[in-house]
């Protein structure tokens, strides 16, 4: 038994490099729809905007596998089976398809499976989609779908949702790091600054301070502009081998340098340190390492503001920020597009949309977008390395990507 | 059905069951059967006392489906006197104000209604701890 535990803690966070023989992996197209409620769209043909803009952004490559990232449908939409539901109504019927799930860090996930598929050459072109459909159901049964993200014996039991977790973080964070009531108010700030200019965002409209401080309650000390808004959405990828690419029309290729997928106890009460977010640090590390990147190099970090406190924990456990300062960065300088490590720039969950499994796919996509120089005002200047992490629940799962744009002509 | 869900559980909603490592002694609740410490068995039954201190604490204004009769609620994790942190309701805390540290006590209660048949759900919360209890 002892033997085992050696095992266990030697083992380290991730899995290990990258095999010989395997190819890199580029982004070869992105298609993302506006998030929102779209009371006149269904699932399938959110889907199929995505899949069909990405598809066009591609160039005409036709994916052999399709990853779909979501939730909720079955709980929602009375819909599991996407995989095939997808593929077929998108005109690729008869591809490999299937769906994969880990709550809000479904879209990384599902990026990181096509990922390896690519990578390792067992699928030539895979399409990664996520979609989530939320605004057919009233928001007390799509609270009571999200809480099935938690542990349903142990917390979701008790009423817990996912806005009451973010808010026991957050108080407890306050506590510990002597944190003012505003603390957190300048990621809500730059998010809605730099949606303004995203057509894809739900909330396309800069808020101010006395904003944030009169906003109300969700579960205190969380307010309405610490979360981000649950609506629909689906965004696309399509990955391929660099050989695989048609000729090149002259936007720089964005490689997938490093791929992490790490988890965490899944209670927020079974973590050892709650405010730790260890499969954020795990996962990010790893990317970093599988990359050959260091955290110095990045030039953007599209995180995943779901709720605010996730903002700092992220940016600590990614090693942007000392344990505890991470809320010291929520200020322009620091985070908006020309601050020293711009994030959510396309405004994040927070004033893009949440669309639950579908969030990790618009960042990746907003991230290739920075990287090839298509981002128009939400332009990070020079932008050649992104990391991009999405998380699942209250940080059981995080998948975080590195991408990196290529010297042109490579 | 639910039923049996909820009363495979009893041990741990109306008493707080858990479990003692054998090999490193971490008390571990909810059980779960495997040492999150130290990888060995652990299916040692620990009773827990009941009794610890608010960790971290909010109210829930916007309630999933089967709790809204009860919302808004005060939610919390609680840090348990022999170590594990759990999350739970507070309950019968009159106008007294809730605080990080604050002392609290395990009670039982109905938890929800579950469904259209009405089967309730009962489990343990929280109570600010009396000083009688303190005493003992
Ligand atoms: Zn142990």
Redesign the pocket.
């Known amino acids: 038994m002892t033997e085992r535990a050696d095992s266990r803690s030697s083992r380290g966070p991730g899995l290990p490099g990258q095999p010989n023989g395997w190819s890199p992996v580029l982004v070869a197209g992105i298609g993302m729809t506006p998030v929102g409620e779209h009371w006149d769209v269904s699932l399938r043909n959110l889907a199929l905007d995505a899949i069909s803009a990405a598809l066009e952004d591609a160039g005409g490559l036709r994916p052999d596998a399709l990853y779909v990232a979501n939730m909720l449908a079955p709980a929602l939409s009375g819909q599991s089976h996407l995989g095939a539901l997808l593929a077929d109504f998108a005109g690729l019927r008869g591809i490999e398809a299937t769906t994969v799930e880990a709550a809000g860090a479904s879209g990384g996930v599902a990026a990181r499976q096509a990922y390896l598929a690519v990578a390792s050459g067992a699928v030539e072109v895979a399409l990664v989609l996520g979609v989530e459909k939320v605004t057919d159901k009233d928001s007390g049964q799509v609270e009571a779908a999200l809480a099935t993200a938690s542990d349903a014996d142990y917390e979701a039991i008790q009423g817990v949702t996912a806005g009451a977790q973010a808010a026991l973080l957050m108080r407890r964070y306050f506590h510990e790091h002597r944190a003012p009531q505003d603390a957190l108010a300048g990621f809500s700030l730059v998010a809605h600054q730099n949606a303004v200019s995203n057509p894809n965002a739900m909330f396309r409209k800069a808020i101010s301070l006395e904003q944030y401080s009169n906003a109300p309650m969700v579960s205190d000390p969380l307010n309405t502009y610490d979360a981000a808004p649950m609506a629909d959405g689906a965004a696309a990828l399509i990955l391929a081998r660099a050989a695989t690419l048609l000729p090149p029309d002259g936007r720089p290729a964005v490689e997938i340098a490093g791929s992490a997928v790490a988890t965490a106890a899944m209670a927020v009460h079974d973590l050892p340190d709650p405010l730790g977010l260890p499969a954020g640090a795990a996962s990010a590390q790893a990317a970093l390492e599988r990359a050959a990147s260091q955290v110095e190099q990045v030039d953007l970090f599209e995180l995943h503001d779901r709720f605010s406190i996730f903002a700092a924990l992220s940016l600590e456990a990614a090693g942007f920020a000392e344990r505890g300062a991470g809320w010291l960065l929520a200020k322009q300088a620091e985070i908006a597009l020309d601050g020293r490590i711009p994030i959510c720039t396309y405004g994040g969950s927070k004033a893009r949309g949440e669309p639950g499994a579908a969030t990790g796919i618009y960042q990746l996509a907003e991230a290739v977008s920075q990287l090839q120089g298509r981002a128009g005002k939400n332009q990070v200047a020079g932008a050649s390395i992104a990391l991009v992490q999405c998380l699942g629940g209250s940080g059981a799962t995080a998948a975080t990507h590195v991408l990196r744009r290529m010297a042109n002509g490579t | 059905m639910e039923t049996s869900r909820h009363w495979r559980l009893r041990q741990q909603r109306y008493a707080l069951v858990g479990e003692v ?6 008390k571990i609740f909810p059980p779960r059967d495997i ?6 068995e ?1 299916r040692t039954i620990f009773q827990f006392s009941g009794r610890g201190e608010v960790y971290s604490h909010t109210t829930v204004y916007q309630a999933p489906a089967g709790h809204t009769e009860n919302s808004p609620y005060p939610l919390a994790i609680v840090r348990l006197e022999e170590g594990p942190l759990v999350t739970a309701q507070l309950t019968d805390l009159a106008d007294k104000p809730v605080e990080i540290g604050m002392p609290v006590e395990m009670v039982t209660r109905k938890l929800r209604s579950d469904g259209e048949r009405g089967i309730l759900v009962y489990g343990y919360k929280f109570r600010p701890r009396l000083a009688r209890a303190e005493q003992s």
């Not at chain 2, 490592?21 to 971490?26: A, V």
């Not at chain 2, 040492?35 to 060995?40: E, F, I, K, W, Y």
Request: charged share 15%; proline share 15%; glycine share 8%.
């Open positions: 490592c054998p090999s490193c002694e971490l040492c999150p410490d130290c990888g060995n652990a």
